[in-house]
Structures are given as structure tokens and as C-alpha cells.
């Protein structure tokens, strides 16, 4: 008799960002989704998280989970219950809006949670040799083949308490079952009732009756009063069921076999055959990754770069060559070289996208050996791929450029040359961040992490939507405060969107599609280049209050002609260094426009750019 | 008519040799110049892709940066933006009203010069390159040269920010500007609300055009937003 475990992570997409990102543990999270020509609409919602809230929270794009946590949230009455599935985003933020804790709002990434369980059912190893996921469109469960394993673990019970606790050891929330089918299993999860077995607490204490996995005996008794959704039916027949009255297993049982097809289609029967073990469900099993490495042993030790060139050559050759049929390419290449000294020389190669090409990879594992302190006479190497991936994704749409593959590969081989000869964090993209300190206004992420790219420039704009006008306080707590041009009284210089842009501008020439991107920022409130630190300056000023008349430099003197400000940046006290700053822009004889600050707690002048 | 044929036939015939028989610059080898005026500089209607531009300027502040930026956006517009800042000083937000987007920028931040100059050949060598922005203080002619070389071969616009002092060397771009601050138009002194800007750019060298003549350009905020105003300078300009 076959015996399965199905483990439910519920909500596995806000499970797994709060297990990937745990400082959204405190935080509302809210999953939307693009994918629609309606906008992008509310997939899954959850509040700050505790052990109930999670359930309380609903995912809309699993029905029967929808269905499920309906029921759930009506008992809960948690605060984010006013939310629906499919929701417009723009509804939900509004509702969002008055809240203390911000929500924090994100795409959903379908992909990333099927990877994710993947992931996670991979370390299942240690309970069965046989482990996979549950084929859905969205899944959520893991499932285990533990035939004949219950004796390691001293009986069933102790095996699914075992799995269940290092599953909640490692922060997720299961409920886990074991019955002699995946669907009964499935089912049993899902929809046995919370307190006797099915629930994760009595798993834990196997002194409560019920404890034990299902019977093929026991099969009919169990499932019987579950609900139809327990059999992983479409939502479609799930409709159709209810308005006919048929809401429990038992029921469907109790119609003739052979009038479900033409009644409710093919799959209703082929779902309550699956459950009830009348057709064999396959379990397709995740592999476990195994180390794709080659190694070089020699009793003549090597002594130049060159031959070292070689033997790589060789290595990465032979690599390649184990990975070709699987159809995957090397993303991170670990590469030891063992001399005579006991430490080994390590040098890692990463590249942006998966690759397969010898050539390239000796490029980029070249340039690391040329800089490499290499240890005396060689004669040990090894060449690990530590990281591989399906050569399918290589063609992903690097940068959203509408250019042949060819440009891609082309520029994600730059960028690997790059940031291997100059270091990972040397080339990277700017993301703008909604602070009103301007040396923390951006934030340099490293080019290799191109994939969460898009999403982070999509919310840009948006952040900086959010933040409110003049004087008021941005979600971060720092402060604008708006000055008056100080010559003319008029014009406040602020950071803000309100002012004329650059996208306004009338274009003569002939440049369709070139207008700029709308800022967040207007062009002549900061400088392009910052200096970080800000350098201290002498600056005489004409008046306590006022902008400054002539500063010194480097050695110069500078003589201000006009001058635009001021505008106030201060930071909340609970900074550990708060500023509070105004800020002029300054013309100075030369025609030379600076950006200088007088620092209220150090009582002092600073230049902090130039707008070159 | 007959005439107008044989000098685009001739004009033709003469980048074919000026680009050492590897490409012919055609009109989809140029892209368009955004700064209205600046075309009187110019011998063709925009900039040559697979080329150099310097702009040089005299100390900080100067603005020859964002002049560089705004003119040349179209190099950029459906392509990867590379900029080199080997001084750690690129403030990536105020890069953005200079129609720079900054999810097809890669900021290059290279600890030391000679890194600097490889990552811009490296850039510049590359398809799918739109532009390459970079500082570049010393540049020997051979270096240059191979500048030039990587530049042909990626197809990219290469934008060298240069200080004034270099304007005596020897250089294989197509064009090199001098960008000189101008004092306010009408000696305004203190008592104006918006920012304006005044330069007069001069063409100090092309490859296929002697030097001297300069222009006049002011970047404002006009009534309808920032405004570009540019007006023919004399053709000897006062020092």
C-alpha cells in the first residue's frame, strides 16, 4: 500500500517572501498582478503576520484556496479582510492608505514560488528518497512518497510530527497528512477539520486519537464529509456542483458512477478516482542537485599562467560538455588551484546569464587568473559549476531592450567581463530611493541581480508618487521644508514634481520619442555630481539667514553672483545622525553653478556638488 | 538637380574613405542632435554612431555635463547607457531630467584610472551600446586611437568629458567642444526666481571641419517649462 504525505504551505507566495525578506514579518503584505489588460489587480493580501493570519489571508489565484480562507477570514475578521481577490491595486492602497505600518506592495512572481517549493521540497531528502510538488497551476503543497519509511522514524505518526516540526522549525506553517493517495492526502491537508487530525497542533501530540495517517479502510468514512473543493476540481465545476446542491464528497459518491462524465465532464471522475485510488496518480520527482565538478591532478607541478590557461581550457571544456545535454549553462564557476602552500587559491567567476560557451568563460576565468596571487607549482585543480541554470532563460529580456539576442549576449558578456575584472558591486544599476537626505536618495544594486531589476524601477515612480507635497512628511519620516527664493520671494526651489520638468519641454528638432521619462526631481534642483563626504568651506554670507557671498575652495575663491534657495532638508531626530540643512544653488563670476549647504548643527558651510 | 546628385554621390564617396573602407556613414548611421542650434556646428544632421565626442571645460560647475547629456539623448533612446565614474561622484537622480533612464544606465565605478579608460573600450567595442559616458583627464593619442577603433566597431556614441586643458592634444574624435560659462543675459544680477544657464559652445576641432565657430545656448524655464534657446555667435569669439 502506497503511503503519501502532502505538506500545504498555505499561502506559499507570502510564506516565501516573508522567509526570504523577514523584515516584512511586521508589515501588511500585498501581492498584485500585471498580467491582465484590466491593470494590475490584488492576487494575494496578508496582514502582519502570526500563526493565524497567514491562514486568515487569502490567494486568489488558487480557487480552492480562495474558497478556503473565505471561510476562515469570515471567523478571523482580520483588519485586511476588507480586500478581495482581483481587486484593483489602486482600490487597495486607498484602503491601505490610513494605516501606521505601511503595506508593503509588490508583483507577484508565479515563477519565483514554483522555484521556491522546488527549493524547499528538495530538502525533504533527508525524510524520503522520493519528493516532488503538486501539479497545479499555482501549487502550494509538497508532496512525499514515504512508502516503507515509516519504521526509521518509529511508525507514521512520528514521521509526519518529525516533518511538520522541522518544517515550523525553519519558520514555515505546514499541515501536513498521510494517506494511501496523493488526492485523499491532498484533501486530508486542506480540509480535515482544524483540532483532531488533519491540524498541524495535534500532529505534535500523538497521545490525541486520529493521530495516524488514513487507511485505505478508513478512506470512504474520512472523505466522505469533506467539501467537493477538497478534490482539486476547477472552480467552473465547483459552481456548478453547488447550485445542483452536491457540497460534500459523500454525496457525489452517493450518485451513479457512470453519470458524473456526462454530467460534470471527464475530470470530476478522474479526481474522485484519484482520491479514492481507483487511478494511479504520478508523483514527478525533483532531483537533487548534484555537483558538477572536474578536477586536474598532476605529480609535475605546473609553474607559468600559461599552461594554467590550458588546463582550464581543458577543465571548462569537459564541463560544458556534461552540461550540454542536460541543456543548461554555467551561471557562478568556482575554480581551486591547490600549489605546494596547504591554502587553495579560490577564484569565482559569475556571469549574468547562464552560458555555455568555452570561449567566454576562459575570457572571464582568464582575467581573474591574470590577477590572481597564484601559489608555486600547481598540481591540483578543480573547476566546480556552482551554480547552473537552463540555458532557456539566457534569452530573457535583458534591460527590456527590443534588440536581437545577439545584442543580449553581447551585453551581458560585457557586463560579466566588467564586474569580474572590477569587482561585483563596481557595475551596477541606480535605483532611486524616496529619501529626502540626497546622498541617500540612491541606491547602487550590483548588475548580476538584473532579474529583480524591473520590478524595482516599476515601483520607483510610484514610491515617489506617494510621497506627500510641500512640508509634509515622507513615509520615511524625513521632511521637506519649502523656502522662498531668497532674492525674489517666489519660487520655491523643492524637491518635488510639481514644478516644470524636463519632459515639458517643446523639442524643434526632430526627435519623436525622445521625450525623457518623467522625474521625480526637476532639473535644476540637484547637482549631477555629489561629493560624498560634503567638504567643509569658508563662505561669507549676508546674513544669518542668508545665502552665502563669496566661498572658498580648493584654493580659490569664488565670488557668488546669484544664488537660488534655500531649501530646507532636515531628518527626523530618530536618525542616528540626523541633518537638518539649507541648501543654495550658487552662480558664481565664473559662471560655475555649485551646490552648498549651511549645516544648522555644525554651524558651518559645505559644498556638496556641482552641476556639472 | 544634376549637381545636388554628384555632390551627395562625392560627399559619400568621401566618408566611405574617411571611415577606412568599413562602413559608410548613411543617414541610419547617425542619430539625431538635441540641442536645437547646435546643428550649425555640425556637418551632418546629428551625430555619427560609432564615433567620439569630447566636451571640454574649464573646472567644476561648468554644466558642459548636462549640455553633453541633453544633446546627445538620442544615442541612448532605445539602447543601453553606460557611464564610467571613476570618482564615485555620479548622483544618478539628477541624471534623470536628462532623459536618462536609469533602468538601462550601468553605472561602471572603477577603483582605479587605468580601469577607467579598459571599461570604456570594453563599452564602447560592445553592440546594444548606445552610449558611453566618461570622464577621461589624460589620453594618448594611441589610446585614443583605439577608442576611436572600439567605438567603430560597437556602433555606440563615445561622450568624453575633458577638462580645458586638454584642448591642444592630438585626438581622434569626430568633434571636440569647448563649453564656457556665460554671466546671465541682461547683467541681471540677484532677483531672479528661475535658474537659467548660459554657454557658448565652440567647436574647437571636426574631423571633417575646421574649428571656431561657436554658439550660444541657454537652457531656462521658459512659460511652457525648461526652454533651449540658442543664437550663432560671432565666428571669432572675444576670450
Not at chain 1, 485586511?80 to 505601511?102: F, I, N, Q, W
Not at chain 2, 547617425?30 to 566636451?55: D, F, K, M
Not at chain 2, 575646421?210 to 560671432?234: C, M, Q
Amino acid at each position: 500500500m502506497a503511503r503519501m504525505v502532502c505538506l500545504w504551505l498555505p499561502n506559499w507566495p507570502l510564506q516565501r517572501l516573508r522567509h526570504e525578506r523577514p523584515e516584512l514579518k511586521d508589515r501588511p503584505v500585498v501581492l498584485f498582478s500585471n498580467t491582465g489588460h484590466r491593470g494590475p489587480r490584488v492576487v494575494a493580501w496578508s496582514d502582519a503576520t502570526s500563526k493565524h493570519k497567514v491562514l486568515a489571508s487569502g490567494v486568489a489565484s488558487a480557487p480552492r484556496c480562495s474558497a478556503n480562507s473565505t471561510k476562515d477570514r469570515g471567523a478571523d475578521a482580520a483588519p485586511l479582510a476588507c480586500l478581495t481577490p482581483g481587486m484593483p491595486l489602486a482600490e487597495a492602497e486607498a484602503l491601505l492608505a490610513g494605516r501606521d505600518v505601511p503595506a508593503h506592495i509588490e508583483q507577484h512572481d508565479p515563477a519565483a514560488d514554483v522555484a521556491g517549493l522546488r527549493e524547499l521540497a528538495r530538502t525533504c531528502n533527508s525524510f524520503s528518497p522520493l519528493f516532488g510538488i503538486e501539479a497545479a497551476e499555482s501549487p502550494e503543497c509538497v508532496l512525499l512518497d514515504v512508502t516503507g519509511c515509516e519504521h526509521l522514524f518509529g511508525g507514521e505518526q512520528n514521521l509526519v510530527a518529525a516533518l511538520t516540526r522541522d518544517f515550523q522549525q525553519r519558520g514555515f506553517q505546514v499541515r501536513a497528512a498521510l494517506a494511501p493517495t496523493i488526492g485523499a492526502a491532498w484533501a486530508a491537508a486542506h480540509y480535515r477539520s482544524p483540532t483532531p487530525c488533519g491540524s498541524v497542533d495535534s500532529r505534535t501530540n500523538p497521545n490525541q486519537p486520529g493521530h495516524k495517517g488514513l487507511g485505505y479502510e478508513s478512506l470512504e468514512e474520512t472523505l466522505a464529509p469533506l467539501p467537493v473543493t477538497a478534490l482539486r476540481l476547477p472552480i467552473k465545476i465547483v459552481e456548478t456542483l453547488r447550485e445542483l446542491g452536491l457540497h460534500r464528497i459523500g454525496q457525489l459518491r452517493a450518485l451513479p458512477r457512470e453519470s458524473l462524465p456526462s454530467r460534470f465532464g471527464s475530470e470530476l471522475l478522474h479526481r474522485l478516482d484519484q482520491a479514492f485510488g481507483n487511478v494511479p496518480e504520478l508523483l514527478i520527482p525533483e532531483r537533487p542537485a548534484e555537483p558538477i565538478a572536474v578536477t586536474w591532478v598532476t605529480d609535475e607541478p605546473l609553474t607559468d599562467r600559461e599552461s594554467l590557461r590550458f588546463i582550464c581550457r581543458e577543465l571548462i571544456d569537459e564541463l560544458i560538455g556534461r552540461l550540454k545535454p542536460r541543456r543548461e549553462g554555467a551561471r557562478q564557476l568556482l575554480c581551486q588551484v591547490k600549489g605546494t602552500a596547504a591554502r587553495p587559491v579560490e577564484m569565482l567567476v559569475s556571469l549574468v546569464s547562464p552560458s555555455d560557451a568555452t570561449k567566454h568563460l576562459l575570457e572571464l576565468l582568464g582575467l581573474q587568473i591574470d590577477r590572481a596571487d597564484l601559489p608555486e607549482g600547481i598540481s591540483f585543480v578543480r573547476l566546480e559549476a556552482t551554480s547552473i541554470e537552463s540555458l532557456a532563460t539566457r534569452q530573457r529580456d535583458l534591460f527590456g531592450l527590443e534588440a536581437d539576442t545577439d545584442t543580449h549576449r553581447e551585453v551581458s558578456s560585457l557586463l560579466d567581463r566588467l564586474s569580474n575584472r572590477l569587482g561585483a558591486t563596481a557595475v551596477a544599476h541606480a535605483a532611486l530611493v524616496p529619501d529626502a537626505q540626497p546622498e541617500l536618495s540612491v541606491r547602487y544594486k550590483p548588475c548580476d541581480t538584473i532579474g529583480s531589476q524591473a520590478s524595482g524601477a516599476a515601483s520607483a515612480p510610484r514610491l515617489f508618487a506617494a510621497r506627500t507635497p510641500t512640508g509634509g512628511l515622507t513615509p520615511n519620516g524625513t521632511r521637506f521644508v519649502s523656502g522662498t527664493a531668497l532674492a525674489a520671494g517666489s519660487s520655491p526651489v523643492i524637491v518635488d514634481s510639481e514644478l516644470p520638468v524636463a519632459s515639458a519641454i517643446p523639442l524643434k528638432v526632430s526627435t519623436e520619442g525622445l521625450t525623457p521619462p518623467r522625474s521625480p526631481i526637476c532639473w535644476q534642483a540637484r547637482p549631477l555630481r555629489l561629493f560624498a563626504p560634503p567638504q567643509r568651506i569658508e563662505a561669507t554670507t549676508a546674513g544669518p539667514e542668508g545665502a552665502p557671498m563669496r566661498f572658498h575652495w580648493e584654493r580659490r575663491e569664488y565670488r557668488v553672483i546669484r544664488s537660488w534657495g534655500p531649501e530646507r532638508i532636515e531628518t527626523g531626530w530618530w536618525r542616528d545622525q540626523s541633518i537638518c540643512r539649507d541648501y543654495f544653488r550658487v552662480e558664481t563670476q565664473t559662471g560655475q553653478h555649485f551646490w552648498l549647504f549651511r549645516s544648522f548643527e555644525q554651524a558651518a558651510w559645505f559644498i556638496h556638488g556641482a552641476f556639472d | 538637380m544634376v549637381a545636388r546628385d554628384v555632390i551627395a554621390d562625392l560627399s559619400q564617396r568621401i566618408r566611405t574613405i574617411e571611415r577606412t573602407g568599413q562602413r559608410c556613414a548613411t543617414k541610419s548611421d547617425l542619430t539625431a542632435n538635441g540641442l536645437p542650434g547646435l546643428e550649425r556646428l555640425l556637418c551632418e544632421a546629428g551625430w555619427p554612431r560609432g564615433g567620439l565626442v569630447e566636451w571640454l571645460a574649464e573646472g567644476r560647475g561648468t554644466g558642459s555635463m548636462c549640455l553633453a547629456l541633453w544633446a546627445s539623448r538620442a544615442a541612448w533612446h532605445d539602447s543601453l547607457l553606460v557611464m564610467i565614474d571613476s570618482q564615485r561622484e555620479l548622483h544618478a537622480p539628477a541624471a534623470v531630467p536628462f532623459a536618462v533612464d536609469l533602468s538601462k544606465t550601468v553605472f561602471i565605478r572603477p577603483e582605479r584610472p587605468p580601469d577607467a579608460l579598459w571599461s570604456l573600450e570594453q563599452a564602447l567595442r560592445t553592440r546594444g551600446v548606445g552610449a558611453v559616458v566618461c570622464d577621461v583627464e589624460q589620453l594618448s593619442p594611441q589610446a585614443c586611437r583605439r577608442l576611436q577603433l572600439a567605438a567603430e566597431t560597437g556602433g555606440g556614441l563615445g561622450i568624453l568629458l575633458r577638462p580645458a586643458k586638454a584642448r591642444g592634444q592630438p585626438s581622434f574624435a569626430e568633434y571636440r567642444f569647448l563649453v564656457q560659462p556665460l554671466p546671465p543675459p541682461d547683467a541681471r544680477r540677484a532677483g531672479v526666481a528661475a535658474v537659467s544657464r548660459r554657454w557658448r559652445v565652440e567647436l574647437l576641432r571636426g574631423r571633417k571641419r575646421f574649428g571656431g565657430d561657436s554658439v550660444i545656448v541657454e537652457l531656462s524655464d521658459g512659460p511652457n517649462g525648461l526652454s533651449l534657446a540658442a543664437e550663432l555667435a560671432s565666428a571669432t569669439p572675444a576670450a
